[in-house]
């Protein structure tokens, strides 16, 4: 079957009450449209169309080539917004799945279903229905006495009894394609002066089709955007589902309720996320962590057997058995390998800590690169700026930074060689030597090599 999707994402959503259109808000790192295409692309579409309108370059800027887009101007309603994605699709689609761009919940199995269904019916039309007890402005499915569907009223338009029933329409339709172009031209204008993609249903009725409606088996899919309240709501309902799975998993997570996992994160067995852990964007953790509480981390790497305790890892790589905080954060570039330790209130930026080096606590260290088995003392401080450009400090293997050390660079600082307390390095230090004092004397030590 050629399958096209058609996304509606043309509203403007005035009740968010936002310069944005409603379908780029996001939610758990990707915008609504984003979870919406990504929902529908399991069901292997030819074509997925978005139908556009307020603001539309910066959908078709966000999506680029991925997509099809067909424009809404005006925006006379949904059937109307259907009858322009007409234009882009090719002749030899076989039915096209109409879905809203505002209901991120919606899962690639409940769309299966539906497909299914409609597959099965041989039918003309398939819809999705959800049976709730707050309508959030949804239209009500209208039944014959035999159970068949009859038609669709939009809640405007509903009369007191009708407000009543609570199996809702969705909003997802699944066409058999050559009727729906066919009828598309015959939906009547309503009194708002638009055309509403429901009305079909009741004239596929009226032909003598039966419709088939697929109920959502989890209710919470069908939950629809409208309002910022609305966002969180969703936002929420995601949340828990993602924290299940990572459970399920052999993730622990001591309070789901307080604990962020974007959806792109990757987290493995073993590890436990402490309340007030934030992990976003593209971000893996390997085996057997311990993150958190109150930490974030942001398009990071972690390795088994981390422990990372109230701070912040953005862009930044931790290998196995390394330990950060409380209170440390890794800017950008920052790569601490295997077995380092950072101490609390320390940073670290664009630099690699070869394995095995301690990092006191109270430390900058920016565009450095250290060897194995380095002590960096507490207060050290790489003086990377020189108001114009980012310089490089380098450190040999075994070095020893004393208290307090100053690091002017652009310097080296050789194997072996140790600084004093408070010493402030302006030279590069040969291997084997002592640096010590203001600015600092160089002297060749008399200790062996560590």
């Known amino acids: 079957m050629k399958l096209a999707v058609v996304v509606m994402a043309a ?58 887009y067909a424009h809404q101007t005006p925006q006379l ?14 002749d030899d689609v076989d039915a096209v799945l109409v879905v809203p ?50 038609a669709i009223v939009e809640e405007a338009d509903c009369t007191v009894d009708q407000k009543s029933i609570r199996e809702l329409n969705v909003g997802a339709y699944l066409f058999q394609a050559d009727w729906l172009w066919t009828n598309l031209p015959h939906i009547p204008l ?3 002066g ?28 069908a939950l629809g955007i409208n309002t910022r309240v609305h966002l969180a709501q969703v936002e929420a309902a995601m949340q828990q589902r993602i924290n299940r799975r990572w459970m399920e998993a052999g993730v622990t997570i001591i309070n789901p309720a307080s604990t962020y996992i974007e959806l792109d994160v990757t987290i493995g067995p073993d590890t436990t996320l402490y309340p007030n852990t934030y992990l976003q964007g593209q971000t893996y953790i390997g085996q057997s962590c311990v993150i958190g509480p109150n930490s974030l981390v942001q398009n990071s790497t972690i390795g088994d057997n981390c422990l ?13 058995n390394v330990d950060i905080g409380p209170f440390a954060h890794l800017r950008k570039g920052a790569h601490l390998a295997e077995g380092v330790h950072m101490g609390n209130f320390g940073e670290v930026k664009n630099s690699y800590l070869g394995p095995g080096t ?36 380098t450190v040999g293997d075994d070095a020893f930074i004393g208290s307090d050390t100053m690091l002017v660079a652009p310097v080296n600082i050789g194997k072996n060689s140790k600084t004093g307390a408070g010493s402030v390095v302006t030279k ?23």
């Open 194 to 221: 638009e055309y509403y993609v429901t009305d079909l249903v009741s004239l596929a009725v009226s032909q003598g089709h039966s419709v088939q409606a697929q109920p959502v088996t989890n209710p919470e899919e």
């Open 101 to 150: 761009g505002d209901l991120p919940l919606l899962t690639s199995d409940t769309f299966q279903q539906l497909l299914t269904i409609y597959q099965d019916s041989a039918g003309v039309l398939a819809l999705l229905t959800v049976a709730r007890d707050d309508p959030q402005g949804f239209g009500r499915i209208i039944r014959h006495q035999s159970g068949t569907v009859a």
């Open 308 to 320: 990372l305790r109230f701070s912040v890892v953005e862009e930044a790589t931790m290998e196995n």
């Open 77 to 90: 309603g949904t059937g109307h917004a259907v009858q322009q994605a007409q234009a882009v699709l090719p």
């Open 358 to 393: 301690k990092m006191g606590h109270f430390s900058y260290l920016g565009d450095i690169t250290t060897g194995t088995n380095v002590n960096i003392g507490a207060g050290t401080i790489t003086c990377n700026y020189d108001g114009v450009n980012k310089n490089p400090t």
């Open 11 to 68: 509203g403007q959503g005035t009740r968010m009450k936002s310069t944005l259109p409603k379908v780029l808000h996001p939610i758990l790192g990707k915008i609504l449209l984003r979870h919406v295409v990504d929902a529908v692309k399991p069901l292997a579409p030819r074509h997925i169309v978005a139908v556009v309108g307020h603001q539309a370059e910066r959908i078709q800027a966000t999506f680029g080539d991925e997509i099809l």
């Open 190 to 192: 309503s009194p708002k």
């Open 428 to 450: 590069d230090v040969p291997d084997d030597s002592l640096a010590y004092g203001v600015p600092a004397r160089i002297k060749k030590s008399n200790n062996p090599p560590r």
